[in-house]
């Protein structure tokens, strides 16, 4: 990186201090949450792949060598191993982003997958990325695409009404996974995805967790430094704890196939790398180009890190069986 370069990303990281967030933005209803969540991925996705690539999820690093690319496939790798994953199968990717894990898995594995989001700009990619992969001109007009041994689907479809919608679909049937990779922490009625995920997994299929928690037994003062920016600028209802996940799934019906394995330590540098980012003075800029909302995404990559060094902020894997 030359020096002038280097300069103005030193400038950008310190012009954003200039910028006093206000306290946490109170969401009026989950349907308003909802709409600022698909507002930021219909502007931020195209950003996200630009730096993260297609995965648009943390690293898990085994070695401090492995570069961000291999230490995102390893986290997709080590669901994987814990569910005893069989190739061939038909997975549901809930909060699919730009179809990297459901790619891998058509690709690698020879799976049909569905992935749906509720950005119709991440289907958009989802899809360009996928045909570019098979060397396609155009998706069939079905909207299966090919994919080695394996096919994906991209759907934009909020998941919350996911239980409904496959429901009443006959061609696509259960499935005999769900996967779903740091998205639930933005869903408001967690409850009611984990009984739609019981309803269309077959008898004996897996739903396959990753993603952020806290940790339990905060103080006040840990909560308010900590958390309470991460949800404000991640956009989330209150973050749970692993054994919140535990409790909702075994409400729904699930047993614990593999026991919540907390990995805060081996995805941590995914915010070190990441609070590099507003270095750019290409991204600053389009932070403060929208508004609050951005401003404070920024802000939380901080208090991801802060979090993570103190303990407050967790991350882990777990495994449930219908």
């Known amino acids: 990186m030359s020096a002038s370069k280097t300069s103005e990303g030193a400038s950008a ?99 049909v997958v569905t992935g749906v989001t509720i950005s119709g700009r991440q289907v958009e990619l989802a899809k360009k990325l996928t045909l570019e992969a098979s060397h396609e001109e155009q998706a ?11 096919s994906v689907q991209f759907i934009e479809l909020d998941a919350e009404k996911m239980g409904e919608y496959f429901i009443a679909d006959e061609k696509v049937g259960k499935f005999d996974y769900v996967w779903i990779s740091e998205a639930m922490s933005h869903f408001p009625n967690k409850p009611l995805f984990f009984e739609n995920a019981a309803k269309l997994l077959n008898p004996g299929g897996k739903l396959m967790v990753a993603d952020w928690f806290k940790n339990s037994g905060l103080s006040e003062a840990e909560f308010k430094a900590d958390i309470s920016p991460i949800e404000d600028g991640m956009l989330l209802p209150p973050l749970c704890t692993q054994s919140d996940y535990v409790e909702m799934a075994e409400k729904a019906g699930f047993k614990i196939f593999a026991e919540p394995l907390d990995i805060s330590k081996e995805v941590a540098k995914t915010w070190d790398l990441s609070w590099t980012l507003i270095q750019s003075p290409a991204l600053w800029a389009f932070a403060v180009s929208q508004g609050r909302d951005g401003l404070a995404f920024f802000q939380s990559f901080r208090a991801m890190r802060r979090g993570y060094a103190n303990g407050s902020f967790r991350y882990a894997v777990m495994v449930f069986q219908k």
């Open 13 to 111: 990281a310190q012009d954003i201090e200039k910028y006093d967030i206000p306290e946490p933005e109170p969401f009026v209803s989950f349907q308003a949450l909802k709409d600022r969540i698909r507002h930021h991925y219909e502007v931020a996705s195209d950003y996200y792949y630009s730096l993260w690539g297609e995965h648009i999820h943390h690293g898990y690093w085994i070695t401090p060598d492995d570069t961000k690319e291999k230490a995102q496939v390893q986290l997709i790798e080590l669901l994987l191993q814990r569910s005893e994953f069989k190739a061939g199968s038909k997975v549901l990717d809930v909060g699919c982003g730009i179809g990297g894990t459901s790619r891998f898995l058509a690709k690698n594995y020879g799976c």
């Open 140 to 150: 069939p007009a079905n909207g299966i695409m090919k994919l080695g041994d394996g």
